[in-house]
């Protein structure tokens, strides 16, 4: 079976508005750009994998299990885009974390590779041909690490801009989810913004 390109998306700033800890689904909302983007992502047929830290676990903020109620509504509105979502995979882990086991050091914690990694192993991906997009450098250094192309919603998520690695400098700069897919799809300006 041949492997599958895939887009990794953040949730938080990048799909969803950026709302700290929230795994409430009835406040759940796109952000600017991201239903564009997803129906463009949905036309290119890419899988979409959700790849999200969300240390409120460890941090005692919310059970494990809320994640659950999160991932079924992002599928929903995917679908209400014309999206498929092929998968969620969260980082529950932090190191400063109160909950055990989620509090220690992890190797999916963004901007660790582990979550796309294993999204490849389940799901069949080639990360050489995939994309990674997120509103902050950590998700550009994962997505670096894992083998794709990245791709940086600069919304005001990224506050620190340290780039003292090529790890962490992505490939696009782009406004929104809209953007990126029009990139990926070929149909973005040609010009590259630093």
């Known amino acids: 079976m041949a492997l599958r390109p895939a887009a990794f998306l953040d949730k938080d700033g990048t799909v969803l508005e950026d709302v700290p800890y929230n795994v409430e689904p009835a406040r759940m909302m796109l952000a600017p750009g991201a239903a564009e983007g997803l129906r463009e992502l949905g036309r290119l047929g890419l899988a979409l994998v959700v790849v999200s830290n969300q240390p409120g676990v460890a941090l005692g903020?919310?059970?494990h299990e809320r994640l659950e109620g999160v991932a079924h509504r992002l599928?929903?509105?995917?679908?209400?885009?014309?999206?498929?979502?092929?998968?969620?995979?969260w980082c529950p882990h932090h190191p400063e974390g109160t909950v055990a086991p989620?509090?220690?050091?992890?190797?999916?914690?963004?901007?660790a590779?582990?979550?796309?990694r294993r999204a490849?192993?389940?799901?069949?991906?080639?990360?050489g041909r995939s994309w990674f997009i997120g509103d902050i450098l950590d998700d550009v250094q994962a997505g670096r690490r894992a083998g794709c192309r990245t791709i940086l919603v600069d919304n005001g998520g990224e506050t620190e801009w340290r780039q003292e690695t090529p790890e962490r400098i992505p490939d696009r700069i782009v406004t929104d989810l809209r953007e990126a897919a029009l990139h990926i799809a070929g149909l973005a300006p040609s010009e590259h913004r630093p």
């Open 120 to 127: 490849a192993s389940e799901l069949g991906l080639d990360l």
């Open 61 to 63: 903020r919310f059970g």
């Open 102 to 111: 989620y509090a220690r050091a992890c190797d999916c914690r963004k901007p």
């Open 75 to 89: 599928r929903e509105m995917f679908e209400q885009q014309g999206a498929r979502l092929s998968g969620c995979y």
């Open 113 to 116: 590779a582990g979550m796309p």
